[in-house]
């Protein structure tokens, strides 16, 4: 499934570059995404990669034996290298744990790695000076694809680094071992390197001794950063790379496997590109059986993305990007002051928490206060997290729910009723499960059947519409906008910001029957 995602803003269209096509037996789509002028653009494209893996990634092998395995999955590589070339790409992304696979012990990981200078140290060419190091021949057959293809190439491999006993932090087998991304330029030259700060469960690696921020210089489109899959979740790299105004694009290789309500692969990377006004080149891995599927180039208005749980199959992404993405949060984007549901929503924010409603309008006033009889609060269990929740019953209404600190807001209207529940809900606390970190979370999720205890449960499909503003009085600045509709299909909000203290998402016209709508505030000091 391929989707294109629209914005807010009739400013930045889509200009259909093609079709959708079969090539080299790997599904392909190819759009554009461009703004007012047509030159101000560059073409991207990513990878979701259906890689061929070790059939027992415990057992020790040979580097011969390795290297059969991941020149198979290079092979492939090489044919979308050549795809997107003759449709003027100018960048490529390929996933995390594509060429090698996944689940190693650290010993069995060995003969896959690759050894590599530091690129700040050496300038290298690996595919014109082959043997100049050993063990590099997977960073040889990528810097000549990058030759092969005259474009910028981005790929995640593992490597090793030697190490002396003596060495603060230097494992007991001598040796270091990164999980790894590499920048190879159009010529071949290794540009950069990034090694994954923010492990997720692989034991195969180690955490660098100081966190790279990685970002790399093109002559097309200036600067773009780096980082890997659960480092999205997190200030370093992914925030501090941010802190260069110059950087206005980010390539993600990542190997995600999805987790609903709240964090499916196309939902967090579009998100990330919406909340920090930056374009977002995502090549996720291709194991549906595990629930890794979604990639996507995002740009805070569109998005173009791949989500398949059905085949497998690798899926080509080509887009035409710009080169200065026009952010969500501005005055261009900002809601008619007469509009009458944002005014009902300022009298609210205005009043808080003095305010009742009736059965056709919502009422403010300082004298009279809300009555919390409407909605009996519950609590049930959302991506491991006990929120608290109130159902959402009515056609129209304002429902308030609210979890230490956090206090989060509804304010929507439905054109019908559907036959399915949802709910309104709030978390404020330290995340534990799969990872340790501080969320805040204001969630209207359609819950999994009509019971109080499905809600938080794995939906993708909905038929329940809705017009509404969704808000709280968040204490981070660090919010991610997380919307998915039914058929998992992303939404662009109409209108994000802060007002009066408080940070809310508004929406109308939804594609589809919403399955979540979130605001998801990381505080980061508090992990």
Same mark, same amino acid.
């Given at each position: 499934?391929?989707? $294109?995602?629209?914005? +807010?803003?009739?400013?930045?269209?889509?200009?259909?570059?093609?079709?959708?096509?079969?090539?080299?037996?790997?599904?392909?789509?190819?759009?554009?995404?461009? *703004?007012?002028?047509?030159?101000?653009?560059?073409?991207?494209?990513?990878?979701?990669?259906?890689?061929?893996?070790?059939?027992?990634?415990?057992?020790?092998?040979?580097?011969?034996?390795?290297?059969?395995?991941?020149?198979?999955?290079?092979?492939?590589?090489?044919?979308?290298?050549?795809?997107?070339?003759?449709?003027?790409?100018?960048?490529?992304?390929?996933? *995390?744990?594509?060429?090698?696979?996944?689940?190693?012990?650290?010993?069995?990981?060995?003969?896959?790695?690759?050894?590599?200078?530091?690129?700040?140290?050496?300038?290298?060419?690996?595919?014109?000076?082959?043997?100049?190091?050993?063990?590099?021949?997977?960073?040889?057959?990528?810097?000549?694809?990058?030759?092969?293809?005259?474009?910028?190439?981005?790929?995640?491999?593992?490597?090793?680094?030697?190490?002396?006993?003596?060495?603060?932090?230097?494992?007991?087998?001598?040796?270091?071992?990164?999980?790894?991304?590499?920048?190879?330029?159009?010529?071949?030259?290794?540009?950069?390197?990034?090694?994954?700060? /923010?492990?997720?469960?692989?034991?195969?690696?180690? =955490?660098?001794?100081?966190?790279?921020?990685?970002?790399?210089?093109?002559?097309?489109?200036?600067?773009?950063?780096?980082?890997?899959?659960? !480092?999205?979740?997190?200030?370093?790299?992914?925030?501090?790379?941010?802190?260069?105004?110059?950087?206005?694009?980010?390539?993600?290789?990542? +190997?995600?496997?999805?987790?609903?309500?709240?964090?499916?692969?196309?939902?967090?990377?579009?998100?990330?590109?919406?909340?920090?006004?930056?374009?977002?080149?995502?090549? #996720?891995?291709?194991?549906?059986?595990?629930?890794?599927?979604?990639?996507? $180039?995002?740009?805070?208005?569109?998005?173009?993305?791949?989500?398949?749980? *059905?085949?497998?199959?690798?899926?080509?992404? $080509?887009?035409?990007?710009?080169? #200065?993405?026009?952010?969500?949060?501005?005055?261009? #984007?900002?809601?008619?002051?007469? !509009?009458?549901?944002?005014?009902?929503?300022?009298?609210?924010?205005?009043?808080?928490?003095?305010?009742?409603?009736?059965?056709?309008?919502?009422?403010?006033? *300082?004298?009279?206060?809300?009555?919390? /009889?409407?909605?009996?609060?519950?609590?049930?269990?959302?991506?491991?997290?006990?929120? =608290?929740?109130?159902?959402?019953?009515?056609?129209?209404?304002?429902?308030?729910?609210?979890? #230490?600190?956090?206090?989060?807001?509804?304010?929507?209207?439905?054109?019908?009723?559907?036959?399915?529940?949802?709910?309104?809900? +709030?978390?404020?606390?330290?995340?534990?499960?799969?990872?340790?970190?501080?969320?805040?979370?204001?969630?209207?999720?359609?819950?999994?059947?009509?019971?109080?205890?499905?809600?938080?449960?794995?939906?993708?499909?909905?038929?329940?519409?809705?017009?509404?503003?969704?808000?709280?009085?968040?204490?981070?600045?660090?919010?991610?906008?997380?919307?998915? =509709?039914?058929?998992?299909?992303?939404?662009?909000?109409?209108?994000?910001?802060?007002? /009066?203290?408080?940070?809310?998402?508004?929406?109308?016209?939804?594609?589809?029957?919403?399955?979540?709508?979130?605001?998801?505030?990381?505080?980061?000091?508090? !992990?």
């Amino acid at each position: 499934m391929v989707r $294109i995602m629209s914005g +807010a803003s009739s400013r930045l269209a889509f200009l259909l570059c093609g079709c959708y096509m079969v090539a080299l037996g790997v599904h392909a789509t190819e759009q554009c995404v461009a *703004e007012d002028h047509q030159t101000d653009y560059y073409m991207a494209a990513v990878y979701e990669h259906q890689s061929i893996l070790s059939l027992n990634p415990l057992a020790l092998t040979s580097r011969t034996q390795a290297l059969e395995l991941m020149n198979q999955n290079l092979d492939i590589y090489e044919q979308q290298v050549m795809t997107a070339a003759q449709k003027g790409v100018q960048i490529i992304v390929f996933p *995390e744990d594509g060429i090698h696979g996944f689940n190693f012990t650290r010993t069995s990981i060995y003969p896959f790695l690759d050894f590599m200078p530091s690129p700040q140290l050496v300038r290298w060419n690996p595919c014109l000076e082959p043997h100049r190091f050993n063990d590099t021949e997977v960073l040889q057959r990528l810097s000549c694809m990058a030759i092969k293809g005259d474009m910028f190439l981005v790929a995640n491999l593992g490597m090793k680094q030697p190490c002396q006993s003596g060495d603060r932090g230097c494992p007991r087998d001598g040796r270091y071992q990164f999980n790894t991304n590499v920048v190879f330029s159009n010529n071949g030259t290794l540009v950069d390197r990034y090694r994954k700060y /923010n492990l997720y469960f692989e034991a195969a690696f180690d =955490t660098p001794l100081q966190v790279d921020h990685t970002i790399f210089e093109t002559p097309f489109a200036g600067k773009f950063g780096v980082f890997t899959c659960f !480092d999205i979740l997190f200030f370093d790299p992914a925030i501090r790379l941010l802190g260069d105004s110059e950087v206005k694009h980010i390539v993600f290789p990542a +190997a995600w496997m999805n987790q609903l309500p709240l964090l499916a692969a196309i939902q967090i990377q579009s998100a990330f590109a919406i909340a920090f006004g930056v374009n977002l080149l995502a090549a #996720n891995i291709h194991h549906p059986s595990l629930g890794m599927t979604g990639s996507g $180039i995002h740009t805070p208005l569109k998005s173009i993305w791949h989500h398949d749980m *059905e085949n497998l199959t690798g899926h080509l992404i $080509i887009a035409k990007v710009a080169k #200065n993405p026009r952010g969500l949060v501005g005055t261009e #984007n900002a809601t008619d002051k007469m !509009d009458p549901s944002h005014g009902k929503f300022l009298k609210i924010l205005a009043g808080d928490p003095y305010c009742e409603k009736d059965s056709q309008e919502v009422h403010c006033d *300082e004298a009279t206060k809300w009555n919390m /009889n409407a909605a009996p609060m519950f609590y049930s269990e959302m991506m491991y997290d006990n929120f =608290t929740l109130v159902p959402v019953w009515e056609k129209e209404g304002y429902l308030r729910v609210c979890a #230490n600190g956090l206090c989060c807001s509804l304010l929507y209207q439905r054109p019908t009723l559907s036959k399915e529940l949802y709910a309104l809900g +709030a978390f404020d606390g330290l995340h534990t499960v799969h990872g340790t970190y501080y969320v805040q979370v204001c969630a209207l999720v359609k819950c999994g059947g009509l019971g109080f205890d499905t809600c938080g449960q794995e939906v993708t499909e909905a038929t329940g519409l809705f017009e509404f503003h969704l808000w709280g009085n968040f204490s981070t600045s660090y919010i991610f906008p997380m919307f998915l =509709t039914s058929g998992m299909t992303l939404e662009t909000p109409d209108q994000l910001g802060w007002e /009066n203290d408080h940070y809310f998402l508004r929406k109308s016209r939804l594609s589809s029957g919403l399955v979540t709508a979130a605001l998801y505030g990381r505080l980061y000091e508090r !992990d």
